[in-house]
């Protein structure tokens, strides 16, 4: 069954780079043509959407992030990642990975690691 | 961009059934998923596709889309189903994923 799991720093500066790795277990990133996707909640708040990168390498991100979203994939090392430059305080919340399906429901979800943005 | 509008919260009492709304704009021509997601706890998928339960998912727990209006509906609701409830939808038009703002359900 596969499994994700979140990984990074749990405090990041204003104006820095918040970079998180999810590690998937339970099957190969180089055996099937999955596509792999990142959500955060702020504390108290609902769901964001983040960005997805599929199989073929395709990303597509939240218009209010895409300007500063990267999402890429290591096969090699079973990990994709995330990188959102120039952070603020707004982006402070707990940040899942989580593996798309058809129709792109998300199923299964890492159990999510907080970041906090504060000097 | 297109929005997906969820009432905040819905009480219900044991044993009674609850509906969860989730309006868009011609929602009905859209897939719906819904997620369960329990304080301290990553969301879980509880219906896809509109209508279609995961393996685990108790019967409870369906789903319809018509119109501008998605339902997640929980059948003899229990304490173990209080939790926030969100739906989602894949917008074509954009190519972005859209979650509604979620519904806290209160089991009285």
């Known amino acids: 069954q596969l499994q994700l799991q979140e990984s990074g720093p749990g405090l990041v500066k204003p104006s820095e780079t918040l970079s998180l790795t999810c590690t998937v277990s339970?099957?190969?990133?180089?055996?099937?043509?999955?596509?792999w996707a990142w959500i955060r909640q702020p504390p108290g708040k609902g769901l964001e959407w983040i960005g997805t990168i599929y199989y073929v390498g395709t990303t597509y991100y939240s218009p209010s992030l895409k300007s500063r979203v990267t999402i890429s994939v290591d096969p090699s090392k079973n990990q994709f990642s995330l990188n959102l430059n120039s952070v603020s305080a707004a982006d402070t919340a707990v940040y899942y990975c989580a593996r798309p399906r058809s129709s792109s429901l998300f199923d299964p979800w890492g159990q999510g690691i907080l970041v906090t943005v504060s000097s | 961009s297109y929005v997906l509008s969820q009432p905040p919260s819905v009480s219900v009492a044991p044993g009674q059934t609850a509906r969860i709304p989730c309006g868009g704009n011609?929602?009905?021509?859209?897939?719906v998923h819904w997620y369960q997601q329990k304080p301290g706890q990553a969301p879980v998928l509880v219906v896809f596709d509109d209508a279609d339960r995961p393996s685990g998912i108790p019967e409870r727990f369906s789903g319809s889309n018509s119109g501008n209006t998605a339902t997640l509906t929980i059948s003899r609701v229990e304490a173990g189903d209080e939790a926030d409830y969100y739906c989602q939808v894949w917008d074509t038009a954009t190519e972005h994923v859209v979650f509604g703002g979620g519904t806290k359900l209160t089991v009285l």
């Open positions: 339970g099957g190969s990133m180089r055996s099937g043509y999955h596509d």
């Open positions: 011609n929602i009905g021509s859209k897939s």
